[in-house]
């Protein structure tokens, strides 16, 4: 009888013991400490995103759009935008600003041509505001997205051009006010190929971007793809040996500059992609507003390789990212032990 | 009968434009209502406390806001970093939480925080200089208690030795030492108000209406003060001799509670780091504190009071210097520095009115030489001394 209660009053006493561990939940800091907490969490940097927009899903995107051939020969792409501007999305962890979309994400889906095709834009505004699409590059006067803008509630417009030049190019809404049109998320990404093609790489799209969330004209947040240190605990699973192709576009408003440094490596850049001879072969390249470029590189050893703004304000408000590099000839040999 | 039912009538007519006024408030806020639906509820919160503690910075945060708030996010100088929130991250209106940063700060480097909500406004405090919180142990409460003797009981002490020298004087030149008691107190219970102010601006929401809070309370203060002190005299029919005592009790109580609130800003300003606590700064409170000896002094002077009476007197306008040291020092809150502080000014302005009453009753008139420049006198002694603080 005895024994029974000791019994019953251990389990008692090792439930009520096991549900206040429960309670309790933890956290690292930048310095790898493990911090208890019986609260909540508030941590951008190390919790699992439960974000809308999937950064990992916009990395490697590209739209080709619907192909048909004129009766000329020319291939024609054909893609359907809708602008809108009523979402409210959790840009970080816990924080919730109302972004514009060009197809419901920031940025919007990334379009791809090769020099010569023709590409058709069916562009609707669903928005509540007037919207317009305008492409970087070489098009008509009327196709340019200015002057032309595309009404509230279901306004049209066909923007049609030859895509070109070679390049990396942003295009974005150039409704005034422009900045209030573009810090909200209406932009994206232009590629047009050339018609020789590049060599076969690992391609990926970085859009370089941040948030004002509180209006006053700073950024509160930044990015590579939207979401602020999303590749830090997401990193980028690439191989050794293999080219990496990055298409990258700096979309970030009020900073004058910005830029791009890889730990452990150099790369080949190309601004704007027009040329197919790189200009240079750094670490660090500086971007303004709308530059944009093409990285070429590969890692030499495996391993974990942080990239990230060098103007480390950014890179500790989000913009900055991990590639794990894993050599796929030696199994047993995991990236993430590698020079630890 | 006839009486019952006048109550009944005069209790009926008291509660029924209560009534009416419960309805109205119903139909302008209740459920179905949406005639206040106009404009938009800004979320708010204040900080209202950092303190730098063994590689973390905790944060009190308190929803001062017309609306609930989640915390989303919390910085260190605009720089992102991880960080826990007790109890949690939902705070309703006027509730707070603690946010835990770990981050191994700098003693003596300025710091912002930053709070983050989840509509992605941000709510800052600057910190002048990183200071070790300090933590509740005897040997610091020793330390504060040094201070406070040195503040607050000693410069008293040595104000009270001028008994002495008033008593010897002529009735002209003590008429200007009473008026330049009630000059210092002026000025006193102006500064206590002011610092109640600075505190409030500081740490303190504009919800609570701090500025209407510290007169309210100074008022308060003054006419309880007032009023059980009038009570108090008329009631024990005192005599001559005692009447000065007991003004110079009320002098006593009033300057105490006025170095209670002057303790604690010390005691807090040490504890949140906001100054590094000099020498000069100790010998600027002493010297300020002097003159308090003088105003309980001085209308004692034409009585024989029995030295542990005044010694009493001293003790009660000093030592609470002490107390407000560990309050303010181990408990700060902005809420009691203000409560403290009102207290104080209106305690210092009725003994002030007190003594102004006093001179009046013997001379029959307040406008002469000795009492005007006393006045003056008063209130710049208070001034030059003040700036040594």
Redesign the interface.
């Known amino acids: 009888m005895l024994s029974a209660i000791i019994g019953v009053s251990t389990i008692i006493v090792f439930s009520a013991f096991s549900e206040a561990q429960l309670e309790q939940?933890s956290?690292?800091?930048?310095?790898g400490?493990v911090?208890q907490?019986?609260?909540?969490?508030?941590?951008?940097?190390?919790a699992a995103s439960t974000v809308e927009f999937d950064p990992m899903d916009y990395l490697r995107e590209f739209n080709y759009g619907r192909i048909s051939q004129l009766p000329d020969g020319t291939t024609l792409r054909e893609f359907t935008i809708i602008a809108e501007d009523d979402k409210i999305q959790e840009?970080?962890?816990?924080?919730?600003?109302n972004v514009w979309t060009f197809n419901g994400t920031v940025p919007g889906p990334t379009i791809r041509a090769i020099e010569g095709d023709l590409v058709r834009i069916h562009f609707i505004n669903n928005g509540s505001k007037s919207h317009t699409m305008h492409f970087h590059g070489i098009h008509p006067a009327v196709m340019d997205g200015v002057f032309e803008t595309v009404g509230p509630d279901g306004g049209r417009f066909t923007y049609e051009f030859e895509a070109g030049p070679v390049g990396v190019h942003p295009y974005h809404c150039h409704v005034m006010p422009l900045e209030e049109h573009i810090v909200h998320g209406l932009y994206g990404v232009y590629i047009v190929d050339p018609k020789e093609g590049r060599p076969p790489a690992d391609e990926m799209i970085m859009v370089l971007n941040g948030?004002d969330?509180?209006f006053d004209t700073e950024n509160?947040f930044y990015a590579a793809n939207t979401i602020?240190f999303y590749y830090q605990h997401h990193p980028i699973q690439i191989k050794t040996n293999e080219l990496i192709r990055i298409y990258v576009v700096n979309m970030v408003e009020f900073d004058p500059i910005n830029n791009f440094h890889l730990h452990g490596n150099l790369y080949n850049y190309y601004p704007t992609g027009t040329s197919i001879v790189p200009s240079t072969y750094t670490d660090m390249i500086t971007l303004s507003q709308t530059e944009r470029g093409i990285m070429e590189f590969q890692y030499k050893y495996p391993g974990k390789y942080l990239f990230h703004a060098h103007k480390v304000?950014f890179s500790?408000?989000?913009w900055v990212g991990i590639f794990l590099v894993d050599n796929p000839d030696q199994k047993s040999q995991t990236g993430i032990d590698y020079g630890n | 009968m006839e009486i019952k039912s006048y109550n009944v009538k005069t209790i009926a007519s008291g509660i029924i434009p209560f009534g009416f006024l419960v309805i109205m408030i119903l139909y302008l806020v209740g459920p179905s209502s949406n005639l206040l639906e106009f404009g938009v509820s800004l979320p708010e919160i204040t900080i209202e406390k950092v303190e730098f503690v063994n590689s973390e910075i905790h944060v009190t945060v308190r929803n001062t806001g017309p609306i609930p708030v989640k915390i989303a996010m919390a910085d260190v100088n605009d720089r992102i970093q991880p960080a826990a929130i007790e109890p949690d991250k939902s705070l309703e209106r006027f509730e707070t939480a603690l946010v835990r940063i770990p981050f191994s700060w700098n003693k003596s480097e300025p710091y912002t925080i930053g709070i983050t909500l989840d509509d992605g406004v941000r709510f800052d405090k600057f910190i002048e200089a990183a200071t070790p919180a300090i933590k509740s142990d005897y040997q610091l409460a020793g330390f504060f208690a040094i201070i406070g003797t040195y503040v607050g009981v000693i410069p008293v002490m040595i104000g009270l030795l001028w008994l002495p020298f008033i008593k010897r004087i002529g009735k002209n030149k003590y008429n200007f030492f009473l008026a330049l008691t009630v000059g210092l107190l002026i000025f006193l219970g102006i500064d206590a108000m002011l610092e109640g102010f600075e505190v409030s601006k500081e740490n303190l929401s504009t919800n609570f209406n701090g500025g209407l809070l510290i007169i309210t309370i100074a008022l308060l203060s003054f006419l309880g003060l007032y009023y059980s002190a009038e009570k108090l005299t008329s009631r024990t029919g005192l005599t001559a001799s005692s009447k000065p005592f007991a003004i110079g009790l009320m002098i006593a109580i009033g300057i105490g509670l006025h170095n209670l609130g002057e303790g604690l800003a010390i005691g807090a300003a040490i504890g949140l780091g906001q100054v590094a606590l000099s020498t000069f700064l100790i010998v600027g409170f002493a010297l300020h504190n002097t003159t308090e000896g003088i105003a309980i002094a001085s209308p004692l002077a034409k009585t024989k009071s029995p030295v542990s009476k005044i010694i009493l007197l001293g003790l009660i306008a000093g030592a609470p210097t002490i107390l407000g040291t560990w309050i303010g020092g181990f408990f700060y809150s902005p809420y009691t520095a203000i409560v403290f502080l009102s207290i104080g000014a209106g305690a210092i302005f009725q003994v002030a009115l007190v003594i102004l009453k006093w001179i009046y009753q013997s001379e029959q008139k307040l406008v002469q030489t000795s009492i005007v420049s006393g006045i003056g006198a008063g209130m710049l002694i208070m001034y030059l001394t003040s700036i040594l603080v």
């Open positions: 939940k956290f690292v800091t930048h310095s400490q911090i907490t019986s609260g909540d969490v508030l941590d951008p940097l190390y840009i970080s962890p816990g924080v919730f600003y948030f969330t509180d509160n602020p304000e500790e408000k989000g």
